[in-house]
């Protein structure tokens, strides 16, 4: 795949073929001359715009068996566990297999996880003895002790653990479905939207093998892992939706709009027009993209904006490859964690962070220190109250010497082509970062005292995403060679607002007042103390922000490789001199929609135009 297809692949993927939308309308013309245009709002969980029939997936509910066994038909009741359990763990296996092959190893943990419960000898010992000594049936034992899991999850605060509760019950219903021999059979049609009342990952992988394109639910967050799942498969979805799956029927033609969380049923000749409009319109767009993506990354009075990707999953690294025109502005290290368990040894490390400094190379990767805890795993099994405000970032690092030490000597081990940089995340005090300095100065000596190379200039940076750091900005830029800002949690803390949680994600603003004078003190503070400064959270990729971001001065943008060449485009319409007047004007409103549609404005007039 070369540079062009590449652009092709990230920008169109979510998106039907005029011809297909073209087809399509021939179809339903005089249908929809009788039914009116109905739009449901919901939970935007995966970019992108499709057009299709709907197909209303319903999971089948099996009836627990409670009576009581007689003796003599306890063996057999534990044979046929056992056979569920087996032939449940080959399921999951194939759709891990197909998942990998979908969308990469890191992005499938989830059917790990899940083989791991079903590997699990205490917890399945447990439910044999039970079904011994209650003389109950296995689907009533197995049933009433994966609720007891679901419940621990359920009295949760945080969303992201509530959320796991649908994986439980998909190991629940396939168990249960085994027991009683009965097949999972889904006679999905090609093209499909499909509608439910929750998806499990499952669901999502298989049905991606039927071409469906897209997903809509009543239920699940922006943490799910099916709405994960659909980010990494590229097919736009909906969560959240409350009740969508009783307001649409299998066969009515639909729009998904996974980029505005909306679900348009029967809609009308017009709105069909609009979006062959903008079918048509995006296929011009692609054909500057791939003239753009090698282009300077500046603005038209010839500011330089540093511009490069974050990186999460295997497809993402094939950007890299495929461009190589991009540099990585974070690169995650959490995916290690979870692959291995537990923390992975300084061998592996080494190993990946290699790799992904020479296919950087030469443009520079920058590597953060683990970032575990919050709404990711911890390597302890004790219950957070808050995890968000736990043990997490640095302060695992911090605690954990030993494991903090291995992967920095990685780092270093890793920085022989001299484009890594190293990163620490969740950064509160200067205490923090002095520390961790000094614990990076123990390894450079031991590396020394065995002869082993590294980059000795190897640049340090921080992320700024809590409060107080925001606040010992100055203090922190005199300690480190770069900030990032990461603005998903910031702007989580500074407003107090989970925007996993559907209920408050309409009070998740990036253009908040309190959010936009926070990112031009901390850029302020930067180059007061001559570091740069960079912008890695979604903020970066939201077209919008783009020249409030440029206006504020901030040196460098790390985004989604999905809408590079788009940001990109951007930089090289805007005028850093209005920018920075656009950002004056901004710093004086005192309400998120005065704000937001200043930067609207100047995005409709200076950027589409």
Wanted: some cysteine; glycine content about 6%.
């Amino acid at each position: 795949m070369d540079g062009s297809q590449t652009i092709l692949y990230f920008q169109i993927h979510y998106l039907l073929t005029i011809k297909r939308i073209k087809s399509y309308f021939y179809l339903i013309t005089n249908h929809f001359s009788l039914s009116k245009e109905i739009t449901y709002k919901g939970v935007p969980a995966s970019p992108g715009i499709s057009i299709g029939k709907a197909f209303i997936y319903t999971r089948s509910s099996f009836e627990i068996d409670s009576q009581i066994l007689h003796e003599s038909e306890l063996e057999k009741e534990l044979q046929e566990f056992d056979h569920a359990i087996e032939l449940s763990k080959k399921e999951l296996a194939k759709i891990r297999t197909l998942s990998y092959e979908k969308i990469g190893e890191s992005g499938s943990l989830i059917f790990d996880a899940q083989l791991e419960i079903l590997n699990d000898k205490f917890f399945f010992s447990k439910v044999s003895q039970r079904i011994h000594t209650e003389k109950r049936t296995a689907s009533y034992v197995f049933d009433d002790e994966i609720s007891k899991l679901g419940q621990i999850l359920a009295d949760s605060k945080d969303e992201y653990f509530r959320d796991r509760i649908n994986d439980l019950k998909d190991i629940r219903n396939r168990v249960i479905r085994n027991l009683k021999k009965e097949k999972l059979v889904s006679k999905v049609e090609e093209n499909s939207i499909i509608i439910g009342h929750e998806l499990s990952p499952a669901d999502t992988i298989l049905f991606s093998k039927r071409k469906v394109q897209g997903y809509a639910s009543d239920k699940g967050g922006l943490t799910s892992h099916a709405a994960i799942i659909s980010r990494a498969l590229r097919v736009p979805a909906v969560v959240g939706m409350k009740d969508i799956s009783k307001k649409i029927t299998t066969g009515d033609f639909i729009i998904i709009d996974g980029l505005t969380g909306s679900i348009i049923v029967n809609p009308s000749e017009a709105t069909l027009l609009a979006y062959e409009k903008k079918l048509e319109e995006l296929k011009e767009y692609e054909k500057k993209l791939r003239e753009i993506l090698y282009l300077p990354s500046e603005t038209t009075d010839n500011k330089p904006i540093g511009l490069s990707a974050n990186i999460e999953f295997d497809e993402e690294i094939d950007f890299i490859i495929n461009t190589g025109h991009c540099g990585i502005g974070l690169y995650r290290t959490e995916h290690l964690f979870l692959e291995a368990g537990d923390f992975p040894s300084e061998e592996r490390q080494i190993e990946e962070y290699t790799n992904i400094a020479n296919v950087t190379y030469p443009n520079t990767v920058t590597i953060r220190t683990y970032d575990i805890g919050g709404d990711k795993l911890l390597p302890r099994s004790e219950k957070e109250n808050n995890p968000f405000l736990g043990w997490r970032g640095i302060r695992i690092c911090l605690d954990r010497v030993d494991i903090f030490k291995e992967q920095l000597s990685a780092l270093l081990r890793s920085s022989r082509e001299k484009n890594i940089k190293i990163m620490f995340p969740m950064i509160s005090s200067v205490t923090e970062v002095i520390r961790a300095k000094e614990i990076l100065n123990e390894v450079r000596n031991d590396l020394d005292g065995k002869n082993i190379g590294y980059d000795r200039n190897i640049q340090i940076g921080i992320m700024i995403e809590v409060p107080s750091a925001y606040f010992l900005a100055d203090e922190l830029a005199r300690e480190v060679d770069f900030f990032s800002v990461g603005t998903n949690d910031l702007i989580q803390y500074l407003l107090a607002v989970d925007r996993g949680n559907e209920y408050i994600s309409n009070l998740f603003l990036e253009f908040h007042p309190a959010v936009v004078r926070a990112l031009k003190k901390i850029s302020d503070s930067a180059h007061r103390n001559n570091i740069s400064i960079s912008v890695c959270g979604e903020m970066a990729s939201n077209p919008l922000a783009t020249a409030v971001l440029v206006g504020f001065g901030i040196d460098e943008l790390s985004v989604s490789p999905s809408v590079f060449p788009e940001i990109k485009q951007i930089i090289r319409k805007i005028n850093y001199g209005e920018a920075k007047v656009l950002c004056d004007e901004i710093l004086k409103k005192s309400t998120e929609k005065e704000i937001k549609s200043m930067a609207e404005d100047y995005y409709m007039n200076k950027i589409k135009n």
